[in-house]
């Protein structure tokens, strides 16, 4: 009868347990190795650890957001900083100038910078950034540059291109575009870099290979917010040197958030030269050697605020993809805590049937 009754109880067992890879140890206590090894409860897409490695990998892809997003407000603060340190050059040009101009009086300027030509090529200088993760930054800068590329061929206005930076690069390449030059963005703009890109552009209008000059760049509006932006590089306006406003930005922090404070630092004011002083060159010519010295700070600072523009953008980019691991990790817990949950649930449920059928 004993012998009937622990067959009876093994099968009885057999019904409502699951295969172990190992056989049980002594005293009815589950080895070490068999309790690694033994098949997980499958709920709902999965079983409980591999849940447990995703929740793992989740994490680790926070910790990784995370970090990018303190890389990008360091660089941020950085940026800030190359702006304030060009202010002092860029507000002194623009006063030299003004003062200049207001010297030279109700005179005619004859200068090829400032000369208007009849408009039939127009060269575009677009700049994007080099790298990606920084949410719709790139894409927005392109499809502004393509636009504004169609409305000046549907009009019979040819088009080239300068192209700043490695996405815009890429994107325009594989395109029917006639393109000038290629030139990368980096993250951190500096006076030679935009010497190069003025030079380049220089050229190609005082050599009459074209008739203007438009820039298109991100301006930075906040760390939430930026607008893709055009502007006439040249020919110059003598009025839109002597009289634009210039606007800091600063990064600060408010109950552990970061925030940007904007500042409008007006027009400088135009530099007063006694009228008995006497200049070695004529003060025409002066200015001609002034505007070049202006479009490179005008490109360095374009190129300053795009890159700001895509650190932040990265930044809110990052942050977004932490929030949604946040989110993620609690759900994915939920669901393992539930497959602990119902592994346990079926435990005891085998070791209340196998005393059962014991007791029977």
């Known amino acids: 009868m004993k012998v009937v009754c622990f067959a009876s109880l093994l099968a009885v067992a057999s019904a409502f347990t699951q295969p172990l890879s190992k056989a049980p140890s002594v005293a009815g206590q589950v080895s070490g190795d068999a309790h690694r090894n033994r098949r997980a409860t499958v709920v709902n897409d999965g079983k409980s650890n591999a849940i447990r490695d995703r929740i793992k990998s989740v994490n680790n892809t926070r910790k990784i957001t995370m970090a990018m997003k303190l890389v990008a407000a360091a660089k941020v603060r950085r940026a800030q900083d190359s702006v ?4 002092p050059f860029s507000e002194t040009l623009q006063s030299v ?49 393509e636009q504004r590329a169609k409305e000046l061929m549907a009009g019979g206005v040819e088009v080239d291109m300068v192209l700043v930076g490695k996405k815009g690069i890429k994107y325009f390449q594989r395109r029917s575009y006639t393109i000038r030059k290629t030139f990368e963005t980096g993250q951190n703009p500096n006076s030679k870099q935009a010497l190069v890109i003025s030079e380049e552009l220089l050229n190609t209008f005082l050599s009459g290979e074209t008739d203007a000059i438009e820039l298109l760049y991100t301006k930075f509006v906040s760390l939430i917010a930026s607008t893709p932006s055009i502007r006439t590089l040249v020919p110059f306006s003598a009025s839109d040197i002597t009289l634009g406003h210039d606007e800091v930005f600063e990064l600060t922090s408010s109950a552990g958030d970061f925030a940007v404070e904007r500042k409008d ?37 374009c190129l ?22 946040g989110e993620l990790s609690k759900s994915l817990n939920l ?15 085998e070791i209340v049937a196998g005393a059962t059928a014991l007791e029977g």
Do not use: H, W
């Open 335 to 349: 669901i393992y805590n539930r497959a602990r949950q119902a592994s346990v649930t079926q435990e005891l449920l």
């Open 84 to 87: 304030l340190a060009t202010r």
């Open 97 to 145: 100038f003004g003062g200049l101009i207001n010297r030279i009086g109700g005179e005619s300027i004859d200068l090829p910078l400032l000369t208007v030509r009849e408009v039939k090529k127009v060269t575009i200088c677009v700049i994007t950034g080099d790298r990606g993760l920084c949410g719709g930054y790139n894409s927005f800068m392109i499809k502004k540059a």
């Open 304 to 325: 300053q605020e795009s890159v700001a523009s895509e650190l932040a953008a990265r930044m809110q980019s990052m942050q977004s993809a932490s929030d949604n691991a």
């Open 265 to 301: 630092l007006g027009a400088a004011e135009p530099q007063e030269f006694p009228n008995d002083m006497i200049f070695e060159q004529d003060p025409v010519q002066i200015v001609n050697s002034i505007l070049p010295l202006y479009l490179n700070g005008q490109i360095l600072r």
